[in-house]
Every structure is written in structure tokens, then in C-alpha cells.
């Protein structure tokens, strides 16, 4: 089992930073794959970005805009948004793909709005 735990979320003004976090409960070093998705309100949930050993895929709208990261040491993958719109705003969720099983977050809010 894995318990992941996302934070950072918050309001924004258009064109500010985000960083949010997702804190895993073991170790996250031999995930199959790591990623976010969001969900923004009336809509399905859709991918940002995942990581998948050396290769990381990206929706068009956040490429140049986006990137993840992880700290193997803290067990914590991480996703750093730039240059936010407001098509931005939605739930963001963290996944983790390990030993064939998809384990997801809770979710934080990621609203931007002037």
C-alpha cells in the first residue's frame, strides 16, 4: 500500500508559480511510473505529466510550463508549475504506479484568477 498526501495548492494570479507536492507514505524509488493528473470542475480528469523511468510525457497545454520532480530521500515527488493560466485551475492529483496498482491522492486545489 501506498498513502499519498498532496499540498501546496492555493490561489494564484495568472502568470504566478505554483509547487506542489506529493508526500508517499514508503519508498517511491522503484515506482513503475509517477504523474499528475487535475480535474477541473464539469470536466474528466485528465493527465499533466508522468514519468516513466527515463521518459516523461506531458499535455500540450503545460509543456515549457510544467516539470516534475521527486526526492527519493524524502519519498516525495513534486511538480513545479510556471507561467500559470487560468485553464490551469483544477484539483490536482498525484499518482503512483507500483507493483502493477495505481494509488492516488486526495487531491489540492490549484485555482488561478486574477
Known amino acids: 500500500q501506498v498513502h499519498l498526501v498532496e499540498s501546496g495548492g492555493g490561489l494564484v494570479q495568472p502568470g504566478g508559480s505554483l509547487r506542489l507536492s506529493c508526500a508517499a507514505s514508503?519508498?517511491?524509488?522503484?515506482?513503475?511510473?509517477m504523474g499528475w493528473y487535475r480535474q477541473a470542475p464539469g470536466k474528466q480528469r485528465e493527465l499533466v505529466i508522468i514519468?516513466?523511468?527515463?521518459?516523461?510525457n506531458y499535455a500540450d497545454s503545460v509543456k515549457g510550463r510544467f516539470t516534475i520532480s521527486r526526492d527519493n530521500a524524502k519519498n516525495t515527488e513534486y511538480l513545479q508549475m510556471n507561467s500559470l493560466k487560468p485553464e490551469d485551475t483544477g484539483r490536482y492529483y498525484c499518482?503512483?504506479?507500483?507493483?502493477?496498482?495505481?494509488?492516488w491522492g486526495q487531491g489540492t486545489q490549484v485555482t488561478v484568477s486574477s
Open positions: 499518482i503512483v504506479v507500483k507493483d502493477g496498482l495505481n494509488y
Open positions: 514508503t519508498n517511491i524509488f522503484s515506482s513503475y511510473a
Open positions: 514519468t516513466n523511468g527515463g521518459s516523461t
